[in-house]
């Protein structure tokens, strides 16, 4: 049976208003949190919501080759359906799904977040910035916009903590360069109103400080305390540092911390020394995005 959850629900009939299902606006902190609630308390009702959950997202949402990182076919990505019957419900996808990598990379799905991140960083490479809403029919921005939003930035440093590639260090330099260049003024860092043109908007969001450029400071300050801890605490969605604490466990919900289905993170076998996906892959995702690669391999690694 199918069952696939909206985007926008009315809390006071129980009415769905909005029928898009996808991992972008109005859904991601849903997943996220049933995965991190579990994390956090040690709710088994939390950990079955979420498995359920992912393995309808993998069965209903996802699209391409079975593998990201090996087999043939199209780069797998992760679509927007109808609710209501799974059909196709349109052909973009917005920036707020970039933060599922990070989700997987928790989850131990590390094949399955190199690929959805490689996708937005594509986007990256193609505009300097990350357009709202990216149509990956048309190869164009939906919505042009960028506010300097964290998304990228977070699933960046979260992969590199979890494989030590640094083709991920390479990605917080293009993200630093490009937000430097472009979106630097006089009394701060500006929301780009136009990727294309960079034209720029006169206001600045909370979050461009309180989890993008703490995300890019914690991808380079290898030393800092949160690196050394990071086993014990866990961010928000908002990118709070929460500690893990026993005392924050209700006994009832005791369980071992470990996912029954995952075996990908033990099964990690990258060539640190090489970027995450070969350049035949690479290469695949970037026409996906419309872009060109323009770069060897080896040239992905900071110097």
């Not at 590390?110 to 029919?137: G, M, Q, T």
């Not at 979260?158 to 937000?179: C, E, H, W």
């Not at 090489?274 to 110097?303: E, T």
Request: hydrophobic letters at 40%; glycine letters at 6%.
């Amino acid at each position: 049976r199918k069952i696939y959850l909206g985007n926008v629900v009315n809390i006071q009939t129980g009415e769905w208003k909005g029928v898009i299902s996808g991992l972008g606006a109005g859904l991601d902190s849903f997943y996220e949190y049933l995965l991190k609630a579990f994390v956090l308390f040690g709710a088994d009702v939390d950990l079955k919501m979420f498995e359920e959950a992912y393995a309808l997202i993998i069965r209903q949402l996802r699209r391409g080759r079975d593998h990201c990182v090996l087999g043939e076919g199209e780069t797998p990505m992760y679509v927007n359906v109808d609710m209501r019957d799974g059909s196709l419900e349109n052909t973009w996808i917005d920036a707020l799904q970039a933060s599922f990598a990070a989700v997987q990379v928790l989850n131990g799905d590390i094949d399955e977040a190199v690929c959805i991140h490689a996708i937005y960083y594509s986007l990256w490479k193609k505009y300097d910035a990350l357009p709202e809403r990216f149509n990956w029919l048309l190869k164009v921005p939906d919505v042009y916009f960028y506010p300097l939003r964290p998304e990228l930035a977070e699933s960046t440093y979260m992969l590199y903590r979890a494989t030590q590639n640094p083709f991920y260090l390479r990605v917080g330099f293009d993200i630093l360069k490009s937000i430097n260049t472009f979106a630097r003024v006089k009394c701060g860092y500006a929301t780009v109103h136009n990727v294309v043109d960079k034209s720029l908007e006169d206001r600045m969001e909370s979050f461009f400080l309180s989890e993008t450029v703490k995300y890019l400071y914690l991808l380079f300050d290898v030393d800092n305390a949160v690196n050394r801890n990071e086993e014990r605490i866990l961010f928000t969605t908002e990118g709070h540092i929460i500690p893990i604490d026993k005392r924050l466990r209700n006994p009832v919900y005791e369980a071992p911390l470990y996912f029954s289905h995952n075996h990908s993170c033990t099964a990690f076998k990258f060539d640190r020394h090489r970027p995450p996906l070969d350049q035949l892959r690479l290469a695949q995702i970037f026409r996906l995005a419309g872009a060109g690669l323009g770069v060897s391999g080896q040239n992905f690694f900071p110097s």
